[in-house]
């Protein structure tokens, strides 16, 4: 179990700050930083902190904060208080930016978690583009839905926009991957106008009921005149209860094809926890071994790669994933041991001693899946519609 060595021929970093994960947003708020102590648990009793490049994510300045987000907000963002002090409240401005609501709330040290957040996130991008590292890991970023002059669904700094702008300074073209469950909305639209970022989520689907609503099939980028974008964005709408078989094969498919057409020199994996079985937000019935498939797939690309966490609302199975993930970024996958070390800490958090419970370990009795495979195939079969579009 403990004989983890580098992987041959390339590098991997782990970005990762402790200070991020004491951030709270309230008692019964979903989004729990601790879920990255859990995980950094997991990596480090495992013995794979030895493979990697470790650092310390830096918290990053306001000018990198403003590379995507605008003055005002950021300068609001900022008078979230730093300890228990009171603060000027402007309503209409909390209005405006979607602060201070049960999604988004301003809690203590607002402003230092979300910029350790994109701090952790650009090291991996300029890690990416010195090439001194090969696959960047940034299980504390992720957080998709922020936009530049709103918060939106627990994010409030798009720490992957600010990363992909990074990389666009050294990468003509960026693949963007989105397994969270929910819509990659706040990425989407930060690119919706230059063909030099594709962008695919993978998301459950039902507008109205679910979060954010967009995301459908036919939304592939504004078709507007002259719109370079158009066309480079895929969206999979997905229904409750996805499987790990149906998942893997719908998202090598896509990803397979995508690559093809697209030729993307650097890749931007979001891999949001909240698809796997058992999540509190989630629908789907994704195991650990499904949603790390994906992270394998893009690996074997064997392009530059950044990877992102984002959701996650059952901290025990993103610990899971995320450090199942880690080991495949490391190339250890295989010498792992299922059960988890007995020094871990926190050990007895995860119920079941293994890495991989099954659905009945996870669920009881898994969730009805209403995804046919007729509409699945139709899905691919538009992905395809829309890429001969693309032309690099
Ligand atoms: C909570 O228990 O669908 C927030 C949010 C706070 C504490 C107590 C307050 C109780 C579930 C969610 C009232 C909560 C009402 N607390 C929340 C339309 C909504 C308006 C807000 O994984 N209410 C909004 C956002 C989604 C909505 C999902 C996913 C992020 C990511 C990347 C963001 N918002 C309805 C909900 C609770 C809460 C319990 C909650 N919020 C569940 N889904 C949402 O993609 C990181
Ligand atoms: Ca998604
Ligand atoms: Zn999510």
Redesign the pocket.
């Known amino acids: 179990t403990y004989n983890i060595t580098r992987p041959k021929g390339y590098n991997v970093s782990f970005h990762t700050n402790p200070e991020m994960e004491k951030h709270h947003f ?1 008692q ?4 729990k930083p601790w879920r990255l102590t859990l995980t950094k648990s997991l990596v480090t009793s495992y013995g794979m902190s030895f493979a990697m490049d470790n650092y310390v994510a830096r918290a990053a300045t306001y000018e990198e904060l403003n590379m995507f987000h605008s003055n005002d907000y950021l300068d609001y963002l900022g008078t979230a208080p730093a300890e228990d002090t009171p603060r000027d409240v402007d309503t209409d401005k909390e209005v405006k930016y979607n602060l201070g ?3 988004c709330p301003l809690f203590y040290g607002l402003y230092d978690y979300c910029s350790m957040s994109a701090g952790g996130s650009l090291d991996a991008a300029r890690k990416i583009c010195a090439k001194q590292s090969d696959i960047a890991v940034s299980w504390g970023g ?4 922020a936009k530049r002059s709103e918060a939106s ?3 409030y700094i798009n720490d992957i926009v600010l990363a992909i702008l990074q990389l666009l300074r050294c990468f003509p073209r960026v693949l963007y991957i989105d397994i ?1 469950v ?1 819509h990659g909305d706040g990425v989407e639209e930060a690119f919706f106008s230059t063909d030099r970022v594709m962008t695919v989520s993978f998301h459950k689907y039902q507008p109205e009921v679910f ?1 954010p609503g967009t995301g459908g099939l036919e939304d592939n980028g504004p078709k507007s005149e002259h719109n370079p974008g158009a066309h480079h964005a895929i969206n999979v709408p997905l229904n409750d209860g996805i499987t790990d078989e149906q998942y893997e094969w719908l998202f090598q498919s896509i990803i397979g094809q995508v690559n093809e057409r697209f030729r993307p020199s650097a890749i931007a994996l979001q891999c ?1 926890a ?1 698809s796997l079985a058992g999540d509190r ?1 989630g629908r789907f019935n994704l195991q650990v071994q499904g949603h790390a498939a994906c992270v394998n797939f893009c690996k074997k690309l064997g392009i530059p790669m950044i990877i992102f966490g ?2 996650g609302y059952t901290p025990r199975n993103v610990a899971r994933a995320w450090a199942f993930e880690t080991a495949i970024a490391i190339d250890c996958q295989d010498k792992i041991d299922p059960v988890i070390p007995m020094h871990t800490p926190w050990r007895d958090h995860f119920h079941h001693e293994t890495l991989f419970p099954t659905l009945e370990q996870i669920l009881g009795e898994p969730r009805a899946n209403k995804n046919t495979q007729k509409r699945l195939q139709d899905m691919v079969q538009h992905v395809t519609e829309q890429l001969r579009f693309v032309n690099f």
């Open positions: 309230g019964t708020h979903p989004m609501g049960s999604d992720g957080l998709h839905h669904g627990f994010c969270d929910h979060f949001g909240d937000l984002g959701g």
